[in-house]
């Protein structure tokens, strides 16, 4: 079993379509979560930072995390074709220690 | 948020040279991070490198094929050497700055 599980998709949905986002992980002593955007031929940009368990918002993304089920989720509501990337979650145990990415989420939203 | 400055952007090498990945960081860090991402699959860790000391490598990689030098707190070089195709991938260099970690553009290697 991999540390860090994501399905890679495709995933295609409409403008304007709530995306839900979801990554699952093994190691218990994860604290520091988040969540990536990466466009073709970009390196990746941070969109989401969370520590420990509970939920963040900014603007139209929402990052929760469940450390009892090891479960974490991007939620982007209104979608919009330039939300079109790869979406990566990333985690570690330690502030400074590097990241454990999952495989990441390609994401299309039509217009 | 740290701003690096990551090149080249692309390569394309002969099989058995060598290619050196610079990144520049505008900022004073600790660590610099190395990053190999191959096609369909997530980033996977080269090495942490930090100043004044060899850099540490992942399982699966060793310092003679990735030769990383640290010489100051802003820069970080990245050289695969001997390559073969299978080296063909994006490698990307990351810092931790504040919350979160950033991450240079990237550098597409492709070895024939």
């Known amino acids: 079993q991999k540390e860090v599980e994501q399905d890679p998709g495709p995933l295609s949905v409409p403008e304007g379509a709530i995306v839900s986002l979801n990554c699952t992980y093994s190691n218990s002593a994860f604290q520091y979560f988040m969540w990536y955007r990466q466009y073709s031929r970009k390196g990746p940009e941070l969109l989401m930072y969370?520590?420990?368990?509970g939920n963040k918002e900014d603007g139209r993304f929402t990052a929760q995390v469940d450390k009892s089920s090891k479960y974490i989720s991007l939620f982007i509501r209104d979608s919009q074709p330039s939300d079109s990337a790869t979406y990566l979650c990333?985690?570690?145990?330690?502030?400074?220690?590097?990241?454990?990415f999952g495989k990441g989420t390609t994401l299309s939203v039509s217009s | 948020s740290a701003v690096i400055s990551q090149k080249p952007s692309r390569d394309i090498c002969q099989r058995g040279t060598s290619l050196t990945i610079q990144c520049q960081v505008d900022?004073?860090?600790?660590?610099m991070f190395w990053y190999r991402q191959q096609p369909g699959q997530s980033l996977t860790l080269i090495a942490t490198a930090n100043q004044g000391s060899e850099a540490t490598y992942e399982s699966g990689f060793v310092i003679d094929k990735f030769p990383i030098s640290r010489p100051n707190l802003t820069f970080s070089t990245l050289t695969v050497s001997n390559m073969s195709p299978e080296d063909s991938s994006i490698y990307l260099c990351?810092?931790?700055?504040?919350?979160?970690?950033?991450f240079g553009s990237g550098t597409r290697l492709t070895v024939v």
């Open positions: 990351s810092v931790q700055h504040g919350y979160g970690y950033t």
């Open positions: 969370t520590y420990s368990s």
């Open positions: 900022s004073q860090v600790t660590m």
């Open positions: 990333a985690m570690s145990d330690q502030a400074g220690t590097a990241l454990i």
